[in-house]
């Protein structure tokens, strides 16, 4: 993240701005988030951690479009976007934002590079385009041979690895990541994590980390934490 003497000339690609979000319960209205507001700068990592059924999925969701907040702004690249339809957010997010998910979320009858390609042109590119991004995403994140297996034929690593690829492969802005390593064994959920980084900041994609594990928080430039509706940096 840069210092407060540079941060102004690092463009926003993410502002919330008093976000809140309540569910109806028998008892009446659970408010999760309560007025809730961050940037995400080009270019940053920022983790948000917390204890399970804290909200940090439904606030990740929001951030990315796919549910909408009770109150409060969203903001992508400086353009409003909260209150929008749900076709405009599907356009917008194809075009500049990545997502990966802990179930991975694959096309089962479609083979790894078939799944790259299809988030291209789902954001308007044409399959010869996309292709040759796919198949150079794939190949960098140690899946060269295995650009025609199908999920089903693929260990879990794997597969998340396939999922890294799809969230990069329309060279998006930000990438949110939503517990990427929480179906992997310690040493494999290491190794996405650490292509994960690698590979946003070697295209200056801004990353939002959703995790439980703090090591992995830790890492972030900033680490904040979610508990009773609120988000805050966290402590060291």
Same mark, same amino acid.
């Given at each position: 993240?840069?210092?407060?003497?540079?941060?102004?000339?690092?463009? /926003?690609?993410?502002?919330?701005?008093? %976000?809140? +979000? !309540?569910?109806?319960?028998?008892?009446?209205?659970?408010?999760?988030?309560?007025?809730?507001?961050?940037? %995400?700068? !080009?270019?940053?990592?920022?983790?948000?951690?917390?204890?399970?059924?804290?909200?940090?999925?439904?606030?990740?969701?929001?951030?990315?479009?796919?549910?909408?907040?009770? !109150?409060?702004?969203?903001?992508?690249?400086?353009?409003?976007?909260?209150?929008?339809?749900?076709?405009?957010?599907?356009?917008?997010?194809?075009?500049?934002?990545?997502?990966?998910? $802990?179930?991975?979320?694959?096309?089962?009858?479609?083979?790894?590079?078939?799944?790259?390609?299809?988030?291209?042109? %789902?954001?308007?590119?044409? +399959?010869?385009?996309?292709?040759?991004?796919?198949?150079?995403?794939? +190949?960098?994140?140690? /899946?060269?041979?295995?650009?025609?297996?199908?999920?089903? $034929?693929?260990?879990?690593?794997?597969?998340?690895?396939?999922?890294?690829?799809?969230?990069?492969?329309?060279?998006? +802005?930000?990438?949110?990541?939503?517990?990427p390593t929480g179906n992997?064994?310690?040493?494999?959920g290491q190794e996405v994590?650490?292509?994960?980084?690698?590979?946003?900041?070697?295209?200056?994609?801004?990353?939002?980390?959703?995790?439980?594990?703090?090591?992995?928080?830790?890492?972030?430039?900033?680490?904040?934490?979610?508990?009773?509706?609120?988000? $805050?940096?966290?402590?060291?």
């Amino acid at each position: 993240m840069p210092d407060n003497a540079t941060e102004q000339t690092v463009p /926003l690609v993410l502002a919330a701005k008093e %976000i809140s +979000k !309540a569910f109806k319960t028998p008892r009446g209205p659970l408010e999760v988030l309560h007025r809730i507001s961050l940037e %995400i700068r !080009a270019g940053e990592f920022a983790s948000i951690r917390g204890e399970s059924g804290s909200g940090k999925t439904t606030l990740l969701q929001i951030l990315g479009g796919l549910d909408k907040a009770g !109150a409060g702004e969203l903001y992508w690249n400086g353009e409003r976007v909260s209150g929008r339809s749900n076709g405009f957010l599907a356009n917008r997010r194809a075009r500049w934002l990545g997502y990966v998910f $802990q179930a991975y979320h694959l096309v089962p009858e479609l083979t790894a590079l078939e799944n790259v390609v299809l988030a291209g042109q %789902i954001a308007g590119r044409k +399959k010869g385009e996309v292709r040759e991004q796919a198949e150079f995403l794939l +190949k960098r994140v140690g /899946l060269a041979e295995r650009l025609r297996h199908l999920p089903s $034929q693929m260990s879990g690593g794997e597969c998340q690895r396939v999922a890294v690829a799809r969230a990069l492969v329309n060279q998006p +802005k930000l990438v949110l990541a939503d517990e990427p390593t929480g179906n992997l064994d310690e040493r494999t959920g290491q190794e996405v994590m650490q292509l994960l980084k690698q590979l946003t900041a070697e295209e200056r994609v801004a990353l939002v980390l959703v995790t439980h594990n703090m090591d992995f928080a830790r890492q972030a430039g900033r680490c904040f934490l979610l508990q009773h509706g609120g988000l $805050q940096l966290a402590a060291e």
